[in-house]
Structure formats: structure tokens, C-alpha cells
């Protein structure tokens, strides 16, 4: 299924079908819906983002985790708008040190990550989140990738993905490195493809190879879309 996002889409895959709970303490559900009011016009207008395989979105109050690849910071702005619910993202634990961007961030549902390091406390929060039946997305090349182009995955997108019960949904993203460039902004072509949920049973390995496996698993199919 393929369609461009437009206005008419807030209320058909938006907040208002959203069932999913939000994080104690917070209100995810309000900020982004403010943030999609104040947000989607202007990129529709300018972007016209088109979504392909928008059925292979996970269902909401089920646990899934949305890896995709990374070009650009904008990335879980645009997924934020194509997927018709709340993503608790893991977000470089940098971002924090802007002042008012953590408390906006922290507010639209993200959590930090400190990237170069096995950062358990970001992947405790990532299971305590995913066992609440919530959706966590991840970038599972850790970083943000020049021209368009895919890296190398990191361990810990195969390490939340073997959870018990976890549906894992790949997603591509392509023309978002171009919305800034040389400092100036652009208007590119933006599309989102999302595939269908990957089989992820990984037998005879040990734990350390099976979650590089998983992760290694991951960006092919993220590659193939």
C-alpha cells in the first residue's frame, strides 16, 4: 500500500486511534499530538512524504520494536508522522545536554542512549518499555549514515529483538539526508517503506553471536526494502 501523507491522514492513522499506554509520569500522547498539529502541515507542504506498506505497521497494545536506518536527525520526526501511534525512541543521550530539547524530547515519549558503549540502562528501559506491550524504535546502525548509504549494525538491535514476544518491523527511509544540506535546507523527495515483521528464531549460538546475528538479520531486510 502506497500513500502520500496529508492532512486527512491525522485523523485515519493518527493520535485518535492510538490506544497504546502512555509512559508513567508523562504524557506522550498529548505532546505528540500537539507536535503533529504544529509539525504536519508544514511537512506536507513541503515534503509531500510518501508511505508504502503502511499494513505492516505493528498493532497497537503489542510489543514490537521499529528499526530503521538513519541519514538524517529529522528520521523520527518523519517516522513520528507515518506511524499511527506513540514511538518511544532510543535518542542519543547528547541530545540531553541541548537546553529544552531533552525536556521536549523526553515529553514526545524518547529516552537516552549513551552511543560507543553497552549502555544497560538504556536497554533495561528499552525491555521494561517493550513489556508493557509499548513500541520502541531504534536506529540499529547507532549512528547517521552519509548519502543515503547503510552501516554497519550495532549488537544491541539484535539484543532487544530476541525478546519473548517481540514483533520486529524494518523500516526505510530515503531522501531525509537531503533536507539539509551545505547548512541550507532542501526540498527532496521523502519516502518511508515498511516491511513486513522479520522471523527472527536463531538456534545454536551462543548469546554474543546470536544477537550480532539478529542485528546482522535486521539490515538486510531493512537493505531489501
Known amino acids: 500500500?502506497?500513500?502520500?501523507?496529508?492532512?486527512?491522514?491525522?485523523?485515519?492513522?493518527?493520535?485518535?486511534?492510538?490506544?497504546?499506554?502512555?509512559?508513567?509520569?508523562?504524557?506522550?500522547?498529548?505532546?505528540?499530538?500537539?507536535?503533529?498539529?504544529?509539525v504536519t502541515r508544514p511537512l506536507t507542504w513541503l515534503y509531500g512524504i510518501e508511505v508504502t506498506g503502511s499494513g505492516n505497521w505493528p498493532q497497537a497494545g503489542r510489543p514490537a520494536l521499529i528499526a530503521s536506518n538513519h541519514g538524517s536527525n529529522f528520521?523520527?520526526?518523519?517516522?513520528?508522522?507515518?506511524?499511527?501511534?506513540?514511538?518511544?525512541?532510543?535518542?542519543?543521550?547528547?541530545?540531553?545536554?541541548?537546553?529544552?530539547?531533552?525536556?521536549?524530547?523526553?515529553?514526545?515519549?524518547?529516552?537516552?542512549?549513551?552511543?560507543?558503549?553497552?549502555?544497560?540502562e538504556a536497554i533495561r528501559e528499552a525491555r521494561a518499555l517493550l513489556r508493557e506491550g509499548q513500541i520502541v524504535g531504534m536506529f540499529p546502525e547507532g549512528t547517521r549514515q552519509r548519502g543515503g548509504s547503510l552501516g554497519e549494525p550495532q549488537p544491541g538491535a539484535g539484543m532487544l529483538a530476541m525478546e519473548p514476544g517481540i514483533t520486529v518491523v524494518p523500516v526505510r527511509i530515503r531522501g531525509s539526508e537531503g533536507i539539509i544540506r551545505r547548512g541550507l535546507p532542501r526540498r527532496p523527495k521523502i519516502s518511508v517503506t515498511v516491511g513486513p515483521p522479520i522471523d527472527l528464531e536463531i538456534a545454536g549460538m551462543s548469546r554474543g553471536k546470536a544477537y550480532r546475528e539478529a542485528s546482522r538479520r535486521i539490515m538486510a531486510a531493512i537493505a531489501e526494502l
Open 75 to 120: 528520521d523520527p520526526v518523519l517516522l513520528g508522522l507515518a506511524f499511527p501511534g506513540i514511538i518511544r525512541w532510543m535518542a542519543k543521550a547528547e541530545l540531553w545536554k541541548v537546553p529544552g530539547l531533552g525536556w521536549l524530547i523526553s515529553r514526545l515519549g524518547a529516552f537516552p542512549v549513551r552511543r560507543g558503549e553497552a549502555d544497560r
Open 1 to 38: 500500500m502506497t500513500r502520500a501523507w496529508g492532512d486527512n491522514q491525522l485523523s485515519k492513522t493518527g493520535f485518535e486511534n492510538s490506544n497504546q499506554v502512555p509512559a508513567p509520569g508523562m504524557s506522550p500522547f498529548l505532546y505528540n499530538r500537539a507536535a503533529r498539529l504544529l
